[in-house]
């Protein structure tokens, strides 16, 4: 079965860096674009960014374009989500998605709590 | 790039129903035949239950339905179970490999 698993969350100071990584299986890996969501506390899904299938393309939301970085490893069938200059605004917990051959989200990893604090 | 408008909270009795309505733009729900719902219960994985507007992925109960009208969409739950107790939330693509989500509406089951 599809399994999305989160992993690189944690506590970091503002302005600092973290990178978040998602293990993904069950799936042919390389046919499905993939996707971050987040939720801060108390508050309801945003989409975060998206990479393609072939990764030839990714985009972001405005809240986060030039600070976050969406890649993939197909070796390792991985995704990750470099995020640069983290402030409190960017604390929430962040889930991996997969997108189906349409625009839906089909699976999705139980997420990793990021807290920006100093 | 503004949230989509859904009701805060929407409640029923067993066996009864509920509707929620997701509002957004003509640039997104408007434009798009690809509005989705997806079931969340906290500390869980969010769940799919409803995709372009009004198919049900494999697995979910015909009690879910989802329907379109310009630039609004809903979700229909009948036959209101106790699991079905939680937030749902809609989205849209919008074009240019972006999506938006809806504000959330937390369903009880009274």
């Known amino acids: 079965q599809v399994q999305l698993v989160e992993s690189g969350g944690g506590v970091v100071q503002p302005g600092r860096s973290l990178r978040l990584s998602c293990a993904a299986s069950?799936?042919?890996?390389?046919?499905?674009?993939m996707h971050w969501v987040r939720q801060a506390p108390g508050k309801g899904l945003e989409w975060v960014a998206m990479?393609?299938?072939?990764?030839?393309?990714?985009d972001y939301a405005d809240s986060v374009k030039g600070r976050f970085t969406v890649s993939r490893d197909y070796s390792k069938n991985m995704v990750f989500l470099q995020m640069n200059r983290l402030g409190a605004e960017d604390t929430a917990v962040y889930y991996c998605?997969?997108?189906?051959?349409?625009?839906?989200?089909?699976?999705w990893g139980q997420g990793t709590m990021v807290s920006v604090s100093s | 790039q503004s949230a989509l408008t859904q009701p805060p909270s929407a409640s029923g009795s067993p066996g009864q129903s509920v509707t929620i309505s997701c509002t957004g733009t003509?640039?997104?729900?408007?434009?798009?035949?690809?509005v989705s719902w997806y079931q969340h219960h906290p500390g869980k994985a969010p769940k799919l239950m409803i995709y372009?507007?009004?198919k049900r992925p494999s697995g979910v109960p015909d009690r879910f339905s989802g329907s379109k009208s310009g630039n609004t969409a809903s979700l229909a739950v009948s036959g209101l179970q106790a699991e079905d107790e939680a937030d749902y939330y809609c989205?849209?693509?919008?074009?240019?490999?972006?999506?938006?989500f809806g504000t959330g509406t937390k369903v009880s089951v009274l």
């Open positions: 998605a997969k997108q189906t051959t349409g625009h839906s989200l089909d699976a």
């Open positions: 069950g799936f042919i890996f390389r046919n499905s674009g």
């Open positions: 990479i393609w299938h072939d990764a030839s393309n990714e």
């Open positions: 003509s640039g997104d729900v408007g434009d798009f035949n690809e």
């Open positions: 372009q507007v009004n």
């Open positions: 989205s849209s693509y919008r074009g240019n490999n972006k999506w938006v």
